[in-house]
């Protein structure tokens, strides 16, 4: 696959989706959140999701539904899967990959507010195994943030995790004192 002389670069912001062609570079940056790239690989056209959390809280009032969002897992499939619908090749055609999903607040107790990251990849993979998509590689859970570039031309996605450090003084060093 031959790189782009100037690609279209494209930053996503938590809730943001792209999709696009061949001369792009989608990025972001990730801590619970999680994005799912989808490529197809003889088209070398796909994009990018990043969102927020696992679904929407709040059912409609007087049966009006809201806007997709991409800030829902569920809805932001939706709206990646209504731009892959425009190009017509199918659902199965291509190659799907997961990043993201992280403890933020890993010295925390594990508490419901804590593990939301965990229910990001969770719907990740739910949503995958439901659309029947293809997943060929994740980078989900652990701790700290990531940054990654998906480079639409090729199909790479480049990742850099990371990890929160949590620094504790050893009892050594207390009873050392100042010094």
């Known amino acids: 696959m031959i790189r782009p002389l100037r690609p279209k670069e494209i930053f996503l912001q938590p809730g943001d989706y792209c999709f696009s062609d061949r001369d792009t570079r989608i990025s972001t940056v990730l801590g619970s959140c999680v994005s799912i790239t989808f490529w197809h690989p003889q088209l070398s056209v796909g994009g990018m999701c990043h969102y927020m959390l696992p679904r929407r809280g709040n059912e409609p009032r007087n049966g009006d539904w809201p806007e997709p969002d991409g800030r829902y897992a569920d809805e932001a499939v939706a709206l990646m899967l209504k731009k892959m619908d425009a190009v017509g090749a199918s659902y199965k055609e291509y190659q799907v990959k997961l990043f993201g999903g992280g403890n933020m607040f ?20 739910r949503l995958i195994q439901h659309y029947g998509l293809t997943c060929v590689a994740e980078h989900l859970g652990d701790s700290g943030h990531r940054k990654v570039i998906f480079e639409v031309w090729s199909g790479e996605v480049w990742v850099k995790h990371n990890h929160l450090l949590l620094c504790t003084a050893h009892e050594s060093d207390k009873q050392r004192g100042p010094g």
């Open 106 to 125: 890993p010295h925390v107790a594990q508490k419901n507010m804590f593990r939301i990251g965990i229910s990001n990849a969770q719907a990740a993979r």
